[in-house]
């Protein structure tokens, strides 16, 4: 008989409903989770175990905790498990919008991707407009194109039909950012000749770290010129004079002027980091291991050797939504008939969400509940939680390098502020409250310095969102025309 179900007996029967506290204990139980642990903490951060180590594992000296728990789950750039530090060269711009331009953002996003455009009349106002919300997996965005061309041209070729057609009396921008929300390395690009100013982008790491199933990454190959595939399929319909392409990571620090870092939590899971005042993308979410002591109980058996924070938080159907399912499944592995039942299969209910997941995460069962909702709304709580932590644990890693350089006297900094796009966070009022409260903990760790952030919104247009990378991708698009003027 399943745990949950079992609790329900030992309350009183078959036939009686079992106590929320009863069913919440039970499933702890099973899991090997709860609320009384410091869930899913890489190490345990408190002013006691607090140590300084040295070494080229996290380019250079550096403060951890428990120290040899966090060299094995950091790593190096040069080892598997460790982040990766892939340059941006996209530095922050406090230019303004240059009046009477008109720039194009791609936001290649794990599910979808969305086009959108900014307006800036004579007198510096913006107006933004959505003109492109495709799913990637849409079969006719990888019709036409060139014999032998890659998916990822031939999706663009596309995507600017489209545009196009939303906007037929526009087909000139002065500028356009390209949002990629997989591993890749900038480069300049001044032998291309397309452009006056450019900032490319080739790719890295896909073995390791593309594993969000985007059809328009299926025939790329490491070190293949985003820039000059993403052009090739834009230019056959649209104009533009400059270009740059990075990271949707590196885009949400600079969505926030002064930022120190920036973080998305969405399909996936990523973060910026600093080495000598140049922003990276380190690919944390995918590259950065969750040791197994810190998992429950289903989650070390099937990943013996530990599991990537991306895999724990990530919105995307193979990550967080697949976590939750386990645990579903090992709470009434010897009860099919109310596994069925729990996991919605008795109705043809689709995979679970990551929304979804935060529904059940937010509901109000003060009441007694049915046994089913009880059982998903406490196992969610349970993740949410966990996730709160790990996403902490993400904003300490993006600034660390900065704290460093604070602690040496290369920086006057006293506060570290990191902008944050996450799903997670704007969903689940648990997942808030844990990170807020592991941010607390981290911040006493390293008085007088303080990680302060923002949990942004995405902009609301008529046609629907603009998402943060965006807004960051158009200020960066601002600092090029500046200096191209």
């Given at each position: 008989?399943?745990?949950a179900?079992e ?5 009183g029967g ?73 340059p941006?060269?996209?530095s ?40 492109c919300?495709?799913?990637n ?23 600017a ?13 002065n ?7 997989n ?10 000749g ?39 399929g ?27 870092a ?39 058996k ?27 499944h ?16 008795e ?21 007694e ?22 996403l ?18 290369t ?75």
């Amino acid at each position: 008989m399943g745990g949950a179900k079992e609790a329900a007996r030992r309350a009183g029967g078959i036939g009686s409903r079992p106590s929320v506290h009863d069913v919440t204990r039970e499933i702890e139980r099973h899991l090997g989770l709860n609320f009384e642990t410091p869930l899913g903490l890489f190490w345990v951060v408190n002013n006691e175990n607090a140590e300084f180590l040295s070494g080229d594992g996290f380019r250079g000296t550096r403060r951890t905790f428990k120290g040899s728990e966090f060299e094995e789950a950091i790593g190096s750039s040069n080892r598997p498990g460790g982040v990766s530090w892939l340059p941006s060269l996209i530095s922050p711009s406090q230019a303004q919008p240059t009046p009477n331009s008109r720039v194009m953002v791609v936001d290649f996003g794990g599910t979808h991707t969305k086009v959108a455009v900014r307006y800036v009349d004579a007198q510096g106002n913006e107006t933004w407009r959505l003109v492109c919300d495709v799913d990637n997996k849409q079969s006719n965005m990888y019709v036409g194109g060139q014999e032998g061309e890659k998916k990822l041209t031939i999706f663009c070729e596309n995507l600017a039909k489209a545009v196009k057609d939303a906007v037929p009396e526009e087909d000139n921008f002065n500028g356009v950012a390209v949002i990629w929300s997989n591993a890749a390395k900038a480069v300049n690009t001044p032998d291309d000749g397309s452009g006056t100013n450019w900032v490319g982008a080739v790719v890295a790491d896909k073995h390791a770290t593309y594993r969000k199933g985007e059809p328009y990454v299926d025939d790329l190959v490491d070190g293949d010129k985003l820039h000059t595939l993403v052009a090739a399929g834009l230019s056959r319909h649209i104009g533009f004079r400059n270009l740059v392409c990075g990271n949707d990571t590196v885009f949400t620090s600079l969505a926030v002027p002064g930022s120190s870092a920036g973080i998305v939590s969405s399909t996936g899971v990523n973060s910026t980091g600093t080495f000598n005042r140049q922003t990276y993308n380190l690919e944390s979410g995918g590259r950065w291991l969750v040791r197994p002591e810190f998992l429950g109980a289903a989650e070390k058996k099937r990943y013996p050797y530990g599991i990537s924070v991306q895999d724990l938080i990530g919105g995307g159907e193979m990550f967080l939504p697949a976590t939750f399912k386990l645990h579903l499944h090992e709470l009434t592995r010897n009860d099919a008939p109310f596994s069925g039942v729990l996991l919605g299969l008795e109705d043809g209910a689709p995979p679970f969400s990551a929304a979804g997941i935060s529904k059940f995460a937010n509901l109000d069962i003060s009441h007694e509940g049915a046994l089913a909702d009880n059982i998903r709304h406490h196992v969610a709580r349970l993740l949410h939680h966990r996730a709160g932590y790990l996403l902490a644990q993400l904003a300490y890693l993006s600034v660390w390098n900065q704290v460093n350089e604070q602690n040496s006297g290369t920086t006057g900094a006293q506060t570290f502020p990191i902008a944050i796009d996450s799903t997670l966070l704007r969903g689940s009022a648990v997942c808030q409250e844990s990170f807020e409260k592991a941010i607390g903990v981290l911040n006493q760790s390293i008085s007088p310095y303080a990680v302060t952030y923002q949990i942004l919104q995405p902009l609301v247009c008529s046609e629907g969102q603009i998402s943060v990378p965006t807004l960051g991708a158009a200020a960066s698009l601002d600092g090029i025309l500046q200096k191209s003027s």
